[in-house]
C-alpha cells in the first residue's frame, strides 16, 4: 500500500504525484519540476487525454526509491540541501538526477560525491569513472594510491566500471609523479571495437550450403546486413530453444494476420536477428547434421560461439568448444574477457587458468583493446585468483611438509652416502637434516619464482632447473654426476606437486 510521503512533499496545493518504487508518493508542483528538468518540462508539455482531465493528481511512477527522490526532490525545491550521508546515495542520487535532465541537483551531488574521497575514495573513483567524471576520479586516485588501498581492495561498483578503467588505476600507481599529471582514467585509449562482430563482407550464396537458401523452407532468417537465410524451421527449433521462442512468436503474429484478411505478402514466417550474416552462417550450418563450418578468421569463431551461447544451442558449443580452446590457449585474456562478458563460466575458469603461465606483473600491465568493453569485476577475481594460486604454491615449498613420498623419493634416489653438497650461500628454509643442501636450494630458487609465476612448469625452467644442476654437479664426487640424469624426475615430481596444490584453488567467476 502507498504512503505519502514527509513534509514538504504531502503538500495540499501539489499538482503532480511522483511514486516512488517502494510506493511513496510524492506530492510535488509540476512548475518546480519543470524549471528544474527540462525531462519533466517535456513530459508536462504533452497534451492530458481526456480521461486524465478533471480527475484525481496524475501520478508519474518513478523506477527510484523514496530516499533517492526525496534527496532529489529537496535539491530542487527552496528548502535547506539535503545530508546525503552515504556514498549509495551520493550515487543513486546523481545517476537519478542525470537521468532527469536535473544540472542543479547533479552539479550538487557531484560535489556531495567528492566529499567520500577521503573516507572511500575507491568506490568514489568507480562512480566517477562509470559517468566519465575525470576530475574527481583522478582525486580519488590519488587518495587510493597514497593510502595504499588499491590492490585487493574490492568494492561492488567494479561490477560496472571498464576493465581498462581499472587497468589504468593498477597503471597510476606504477607511473611517476610527472606522468600523472597528464594521465587520463575515464576516457578510452581505443574505438570500442566489439570482436565478438567481426568486420567481415556478406558471404554470397555460391558459397553458401544450399540448404541455407531452401525456397521450399518455412522460415526466413534476416541479418542485420540484409542477408536472407531460408531454412527448415523444425531443424532451428530443436537447436535452439531461443530461437524456437521467436519462431513461435512469428507464427502466431503469421497466423493473427490470416484470420484478420491482413495481406503481409509472406509465405514463410520471418525472424530478424542482430548478427552479422558471416557468423548466422555458420551458427545454421552446426544447427544441421553437416561438416563443422569453415571459422578461419578470429573474430568469426568469437562472433559464432557468443552467439550460440545467446541463443543456447548446446551442440553448436559442444562442437566449438575444442576451436575455442585453442583460441584461449593462444590468446587467453581476450578470451578470458570474452567468456567473461557472455557469463561462460565453464570458458571463463579455462582462460583464468591459461593465465597462470603469465607472471602478475605481466597480467597488471597488459593491455588489450577489448578491456574497454569488459568488465572490472571479473578482472579484479582474476588478479585475486593469480595471487591466490601464488600463495598456495608458494606455502607448499615452504612448510615441505605436505610435498608427498614420492617426491622426497626422488630426492632420495638422487642422494650421496659420502657428500652433502653443502652449499652455504643459500640459506636452508624449512630445513630438515634429511633434506640435502642442494635440493633446499633448488626448492628455494622454485619457491622465488612461484610467488609470481604460479605454474607448475616453474620446476624444469631454465633458472629453476639450473639451479639444481649447478648446484649438484658442483662436488667433485663421480659418483653423484652420474646420477644427475635422475635431476629430471625430481623436476616432474615437483611439477605435479604444484598442479595439485594449485588446482585446489577455485576461481570464483562472480
Request: charge should be positive; charged fraction near 25%; aromatic fraction near 8%.
Amino acid at each position: 500500500m502507498s504512503r505519502i510521503a514527509t513534509t514538504p512533499f504531502d503538500r495540499s496545493d501539489a499538482d503532480v504525484i511522483l511514486r516512488a518504487a517502494d510506493l511513496v508518493e510524492f506530492r510535488v508542483h509540476k512548475n518546480i519540476l519543470a524549471i528544474s528538468s527540462s525531462f519533466f518540462e517535456t513530459m508536462f508539455s504533452l497534451p492530458q487525454s481526456r480521461q486524465e482531465v478533471g480527475k484525481a493528481l496524475p501520478v508519474v511512477p518513478v523506477t527510484e526509491r523514496s530516499a533517492t527522490i526525496d534527496t532529489l526532490l529537496r535539491i530542487i525545491y527552496p528548502v535547506r540541501n539535503p545530508f546525503i550521508a552515504s556514498v549509495k546515495l551520493a550515487h543513486d542520487t546523481l545517476e537519478a538526477a542525470l537521468k532527469y535532465d536535473m544540472v542543479v541537483a547533479a552539479d550538487y551531488t557531484k560535489q556531495e560525491l567528492s566529499g567520500f574521497i577521503y573516507t572511500e575514495p575507491l568506490r568514489v573513483f568507480a562512480i566517477a569513472c562509470i559517468h566519465g567524471l575525470e576530475k574527481i576520479a583522478k582525486k580519488a586516485a590519488d587518495e587510493a594510491v597514497t593510502r595504499g588501498t588499491i590492490a585487493g581492495s574490492y568494492v561492488p561498483e567494479l561490477e560496472h566500471i571498464s576493465a581498462a578503467c581499472y587497468h589504468r588505476l593498477l597503471q597510476y600507481e606504477r607511473v611517476t609523479a610527472k606522468e600523472r599529471i597528464s594521465f587520463e582514467f575515464c576516457r578510452s585509449q581505443t574505438t570500442k571495437e566489439d570482436p565478438s562482430k567481426p568486420k567481415v563482407t556478406a558471404p554470397s550464396d555460391d558459397h553458401s550450403p544450399a540448404y541455407l537458401f531452401n525456397e521450399a523452407a518455412d522460415v526466413e532468417i534476416v541479418t542485420s546486413d540484409k542477408v536472407r537465410f531460408r531454412v527448415n524451421g523444425d531443424i532451428i527449433s530443436l537447436a535452439s530453444p531461443v530461437l524456437c521462442d521467436k519462431l513461435l512468436k512469428a507464427r502466431r503474429e503469421t497466423k493473427h494476420y490470416a484470420l484478420h484478411g491482413i495481406a503481409t505478402g509472406r509465405t514463410r514466417s520471418v525472424l530478424t536477428v542482430p548478427e552479422q550474416s558471416s557468423t548466422m552462417k555458420a551458427l545454421l550450418q552446426l544447427c544441421y547434421p553437416s561438416d563443422m563450418p569453415v571459422l578461419s578468421d578470429q573474430s568469426i569463431l568469437i562472433s559464432v560461439f557468443c552467439a550460440a551461447k545467446t541463443y543456447e544451442m548446446k551442440r553448436a558449443v559442444d562442437l566449438l568448444w575444442g576451436k575455442w580452446s585453442e583460441f584461449t590457449s593462444s590468446n587467453p585474456l581476450l578470451s578470458f574477457f570474452i567468456a567473461s562478458s557472455i557469463e561462460y563460466r565453464e570458458a571463463t575458469t579455462l582462460a583464468a587458468k591459461a593465465l597462470l603461465s603469465k607472471t602478475r606483473s605481466e597480467l597488471k600491465t597488459t593491455y588489450i583493446d577489448y578491456m574497454e568493453i569488459a568488465k572490472a569485476g571479473p578482472y579484479y577475481r582474476l588478479l585475486e585468483y593469480h595471487k591466490s594460486c601464488c600463495r598456495v604454491a608458494r606455502d607448499l615449498l615452504y612448510s615441505r611438509s605436505s610435498l608427498s613420498q614420492q617426491f622426497r623419493d626422488k630426492v632420495n634416489a638422487m642422494r650421496c652416502r659420502h657428500h652433502t653438497h653443502a652449499v652455504s650461500s643459500v640459506p636452508a628454509i624449512a630445513s630438515s637434516s634429511v633434506e640435502p643442501d642442494w635440493a633446499r636450494a633448488y626448492l628455494s630458487s622454485a619457491k622465488e619464482l612461484l610467488a609470481v609465476l604460479p605454474d607448475a612448469s616453474v620446476a624444469r625452467s631454465d633458472a629453476v632447473l639450473g639451479e639444481l644442476l649447478l648446484q649438484y654437479t658442483t662436488s667433485a664426487c663421480s659418483s653423484c654426476r652420474k646420477k644427475a640424469g635422475l635431476a629430471i624426475g625430481v623436476c616432474t615430481a615437483l611439477e605435479n606437486e604444484i598442479e595439485k596444490a594449485i588446482t585446489k584453488v577455485k576461481f570464483e567467476s562472480d
